[in-house]
DNA sequence: ATTACTGTACTAATCGCTTAGTACAATAAT
DNA sequence: ATTATTGTACTAAGCGATTAGTACAGTAAT
């Protein structure tokens, strides 16, 4: 199934997320070999120059490496990736509460309202 | 103070949030006059073109018109401006959801990071 | 009447993202 | 040895968003 890759931002940010969520959540492993470059793009149904550029953009952040004729693989940084995790889950969090409160809700309605949306 | 709008979707897009929030949020009661297209690219820096074109957009769903020359108004109904809101709450709701399910957590997990987060 | 302000319309130029296409060197597989 | 696959690099083109600049007609204020 192509990725679901229309809402708003750049295709290759939304590559990144993407991909940065499958790492954290276990798809791929730690030392996992990755897709190469043409299959993923494939896989997303992007061009590979996008594909290309997000790899090489989450290549700088030390989550996965490339060994220039092999492939590409995940970092073997246990912690690196659950640091990430926690970051990506922080953000979330942080960006919610600021659009609720924009909205005109406080902590305590903002709560509420989750225990709602949480019990259906 | 100039907008915040820099986080990847296109600027129009940003504005019509922006200014969808300034409505439901109270800023601008229903009736007000909107300030001029001009003041309004000024107030948030970017080209008026841009502008014209956010508020074209938002006029299409009703919830401003433009008097030809006397200016742009809010719809003085109620229960749009009511709608909105209703329905932003639940865009981002759901968001969050989605975003944090996609990390690997569950509705309850989630209801437990929110109490976390509201308790600070 | 004159001036200032309103929304609106239009063209041209620029910038970033994306795609298309091609190419190369190094490794793996056969 | 030959072939396929790897990451990488590069140019050219197209598209949408944005900016800059200009212009016009209708209304309000003076």
Redesign the pocket.
Known sequence: MPWNLNSGS???VQIIEHLQIDIVSGKYKPGDK?P????LAGEAG?????M?KA??DLESTGLVH?E?????FITEDDNMIKNLRKSLVDVQIEKFFKSMEKLGFTGEEILELVKEYSQK
Chains 1, 2 share one sequence.
Do not use: M, W
Not at 36 to 39: F, L, P, Q
Not at 68 to 72: A, D, I, K, L, V
């Open positions: 750049p295709i290759f990755l190469s470059v043409r299959d992007v061009n590979p120059n996008t290309q790899l090489s490339s220039r004729t092999s492939g590409r």
